[in-house]
């Protein structure tokens, strides 16, 4: 048995920031290219850019310091690096409390009781 979450940020019942632009970013940061980074997670380039700039809108500010004709690859801005700082804290946080904090205990505790009859 095991705990699943999924964690996304919301502004206004919209959301603004989840697991697949984190990822996006997480791998333009790594290569310094937006299509090395959409060709990991086997997006076209056109798809990659395109989820950007939509994120960029819900957030309102920019996620991509792009060089010239995109000749010079990709940086992350200022703003970017911090939300993804921030969230990758948050994804460590949440790990933590999966796999050693209250959820593991809990997760402990239903598979003592044993399988349930239905």
């Known amino acids: 048995m095991k705990f699943a979450y ?11 920031f989840g697991m697949g632009i984190y990822r996006l970013l997480e791998l333009v940061a790594e290569t310094g290219s937006l299509h090395k980074a959409a060709q990991e997670l086997r997006m076209s ?14 957030l309102g ?28 804290e948050i994804l460590g946080e949440m790990e933590t409390m999966v796999s050693a904090g209250p959820l593991a205990k809990i997760i402990d505790r239903i598979e003592d009781i044993g399988p349930t009859k239905e």
Do not use: C, S
């Not at 999924?6 to 603004?16: A, F, L, P, R, S």
């Not at 380039?45 to 819900?58: F, P």
């Open 6 to 16: 999924k964690i996304w940020i919301e502004k206004d019942g919209n959301t603004v």
């Open 45 to 58: 380039y056109r798809a990659a850019w395109g989820k950007i700039r939509d994120y960029e809108e819900r």
């Open 61 to 88: 500010i920019g996620l991509l310091e792009k060089g010239r004709h995109g000749r010079t690859g990709a940086r992350l801005t200022p703003e970017a690096e911090m939300i993804l700082k921030h969230f990758q």
